[in-house]
């Protein structure tokens, strides 16, 4: 963004009318700014959620639908779609490249490519969903874009793995289909965002190896609206 340079000689004649416009209009920002406030306190505009919002909302409704430990599927989104610790609705990553979109119709557009093919190396949403391993589950494909439709099927596929594999520690390090140490590491970023979340639940997790270097901190807005959501305790 350019500042435009203003001249003295051309301002000098219109000193005074500019200050009277400029209080003018700070006046009226300031009426303007106190009376959205006043409608938002009373409830009378809606606000339009960003999109870790709607991931954050949909998330903690699937973890009670789908029976995942409170706080373990956000903790897992933060780690898949998160950008500056909020985890992100339209975060689509294509051949390794981040893309963060705010609207479902312009993460779409990064599922196919310019013959429109479906890609093959795409995951998707706020939970990260591999298009090639789940586009099947989805139709049209386009809904694994879809906050509600993507948090609810990652959170059934968890509870999937767990079934299968024995403990909720298992299920979280083949979420992302890595193992070994590649999989030791992603249960070790999961369970430091845990620990912020809820520090009973992080203890599903088996903390040994893993180094408080190898994720960040959820940031205080995430951790309270979780607090607020949610009746578990948060450590």
Not at 35 to 46: K, N, W
Not at 61 to 75: C, N, R
Not at 116 to 132: E, F, H, I, P, W
Request: proline share 3%; hydrophobic share 40%.
């Amino acid at each position: 963004m350019q500042i435009a340079r203003r001249r003295s000689d051309a301002l000098l004649g219109r000193e005074s009318e500019s200050e009277s416009a400029g209080a003018l209009r700070s006046t009226t920002r300031l009426f303007k700014t106190a009376i959205a406030g006043l409608f938002f306190s009373l409830g009378l505009v809606a606000a339009v959620p960003a999109a870790h919002a709607a991931c954050l909302d949909h998330i903690l409704q699937a973890e009670k639908e789908a029976g995942v430990p409170s706080g373990l599927l956000l903790a897992v989104a933060l780690v898949e779609s998160g950008q500056s610790i909020s985890s992100e609705a339209y975060a689509v990553n294509v051949k390794g490249t981040a893309h963060f979109v705010s609207t479902p119709t312009a993460a779409a557009k990064y599922l196919r490519d310019p013959k429109g093919n479906l890609r093959q190396d795409v995951t998707a949403g706020c939970m990260q969903l591999s298009l090639s391993d789940h586009k099947a589950a989805f139709h049209p494909v386009e809904k694994i874009v879809d906050p509600k439709e993507n948090v609810q099927y990652a959170a059934r596929m968890l509870a999937r793995l767990r079934a299968t594999a024995g403990s909720w520690a298992a299920a979280v390090a083949r979420y992302n289909g890595s193992s070994g140490k590649t999989a030791h590491a992603y249960a070790c970023k999961v369970r430091s965002n845990l620990v912020s979340l809820n520090s009973v639940n992080a203890s599903l997790i088996d903390g040994n190896g893993c180094s408080d270097e190898e994720s960040t901190a959820v940031t205080p807005r995430t951790r309270r609206v979780y607090q607020s959501a949610t009746t578990e305790p948060v450590g």
